[in-house]
């Protein structure tokens, strides 16, 4: 199973981006799927998730209401839409599959997460 992140760059505090994450070689469909992004000098940390039906979602308190999961599976494809960023969103973003059951007092833990991605930078600048 591979995971691929894309749409990170850098934005003005306040702007949106959306990052993408194509998810090839396992049933797309099975997993839980997962955010984590990771500042510089910090531990990496949970972002969101959502789960394999699309109709669960959980977000960290740094970000909800800004940020927004979404998956098509048809397109083997989670997205993150962020809005209203802000700088402390700096981080190299990551995303991860969970072939587990979604739950949501599970779902922030990363050593849950049996795939990963290569991460893509988001720069907020003030």
């Known amino acids: 199973v591979q995971l691929q992140a894309s749409g990170g760059g850098l934005v003005q505090a306040g702007g949106s981006l959306r990052l993408s994450c194509i998810v090839s070689?396992?049933?797309?469909?099975?997993?839980?799927l997962g955010w984590f992004r990771q500042a510089p000098g910090k531990e990496r940390e949970f972002v969101g998730s959502i789960s394999q039906s699309g109709l669960l979602e959980k977000y960290a308190n740094s970000v909800k209401g800004r940020f927004t999961l979404s998956r098509d599976n048809a397109k083997n494809t989670v997205y993150l839409q962020m809005n209203s960023l802000k700088p402390e969103d700096t981080a190299v973003y990551y995303c991860?599959?969970?072939?587990?059951?979604?739950?949501?007092?599970?779902?922030?833990?990363?050593?849950?997460?049996?795939?990963w991605g290569q991460g893509t930078q988001v720069t907020v600048s003030s």
């Open positions: 991860a599959a969970d072939s587990g059951v979604w739950n949501p007092g599970r779902t922030t833990r990363e050593l849950l997460y049996d795939y």
């Open positions: 070689g396992g049933t797309f469909s099975s997993f839980g």
